[in-house]
């Protein structure tokens, strides 16, 4: 028999990003007890961003934690309730203030299960909105993932749909290593169908999203969609490229990406991140190591400028990554 969600068979009703994060929270709530929430706003508000929509209402406020304005609070308290058995899951409302928590992320919650030899374990999610496009500003509009990619000991999930959401916030939370969750802020209006009520996707599990033997693009997040629409433009010009979605950072699936540039020979990534210091680099330091005679093409990168984000949307345009960019410079490497 089919799923059944709100009354709907779950294949005919849609579901938005957004929606998928309360959804995907709420069904490990469900499953497990010791799954807790807490962060800025999520109870009676439902979240700055609608993604905590009902979870206190069908929760309480014994598991549904709204907390004061203070990303330090929100996250030591998480350390402490996972250290001593719960699972919880707290939100830093802007990834941009992930810094204002940085010593418990980077130096306190990562490296707890190493220094006690595996006494003690840190099994929890730190979900934070991230990246621009949205003309938020400099402060709040930053794609973060690589500051977390610098810190051995966290796991890094950025989905781009909303079956990923669920399907991933599930493996982050029932993960007995600590979990940052990128939820991004440019997807949380788009649409998906929802998947069934088991539905779990291993970390560091990529998708080939679009299949294509001319050129890989490897994309992660909000980039995902430009990726698949630089790709469509592309194929109406000849060119076919394979799109793949990345899903996570930590884990990191190499494999996927090395399986797709054996059918292609040509590598572009498309990340949102700063080109200094952005995934890419990682990604294609590995390519170099282990798929070098795989290439036919020099390596490129698609990647945001080195600035801080600017609010008008026309100039916020000039910084991020956008389709036209992606079809130019694959078009060149096509071609080279």
């Known amino acids: 028999m089919a799923d059944v969600i709100d009354g709907r068979p779950a294949t005919e009703r849609q579901l938005t990003y957004r929606e998928a994060v309360a959804e995907g ?5 469900r499953r497990d007890p010791a799954v807790v929430c807490l962060g800025e706003d999520i109870g009676a508000a ?30 030591g308290a998480a350390m402490g309730a996972a250290m001593t058995g719960m699972r919880p899951v707290a939100e830093i409302m802007f990834s941009d203030f992930l810094a204002c928590c940085w010593d418990y992320l980077a130096n306190e919650i990562p490296k707890v299960r190493y220094m006690t030899g595996g006494q003690v374990t840190v099994p929890l999610v730190v979900r934070t909105a991230n990246g621009g496009g949205l003309g938020f500003g400099a402060q709040h509009s930053q794609a973060t993932e690589n500051w977390a990619l610098t810190i051995p000991g966290l796991k890094i ?24 969750f990128f939820e991004h802020k440019g997807l949380l209006a788009s649409k998906g169908a929802p998947p069934p009520l088991d539905h779990v996707v ?59 540039l054996a059918r292609t020979s040509r590598l ?18 590995v390519v170099a190591d282990e798929g070098f005679e795989l290439l036919d093409a020099p390596v490129r ?11 008008a949307d026309a100039l916020e345009e000039q910084v991020i990554p956008t389709v036209d960019k992606v079809v130019a410079t694959v078009r060149a490497l096509a071609a080279y």
């Open 46 to 75: 439902g979240g700055v961003f609608k993604t905590t929509v009902g979870l206190r209402e069908e929760f309480g406020p014994q598991r549904v934690w709204d907390t004061p304005i203070s990303e330090q609070a929100i996250v």
């Open 157 to 180: 999930a950025a989905p781009s749909t909303p079956a990923d959401v669920i399907g991933m916030m599930a493996a982050a939370i029932r993960s007995d290593d600590p979990v940052v």
């Open 202 to 260: 291993e970390l560091g599990r990529a998708a080939v999203v679009r299949e294509g033997g001319d050129v890989t693009l490897v994309a992660l997040a909000s980039m995902v969609p430009v990726a698949l629409e630089a790709a469509r433009r592309l194929a109406e010009e000849g060119i076919e490229a394979e799109v793949v979605d990345l899903r996570c950072l930590v884990p990191l699936d190499m494999s996927t990406v090395l399986a797709s």
């Open 25 to 29: 929270i709420a069904r490990e709530m």
């Open 268 to 285: 572009v990534t498309v990340e949102e991140n700063p080109y200094q210091g952005g995934w890419g680099g990682t990604l294609v330091s």
């Open 301 to 311: 990168r698609v990647a945001g400028e080195c600035v801080p984000l600017p609010f």
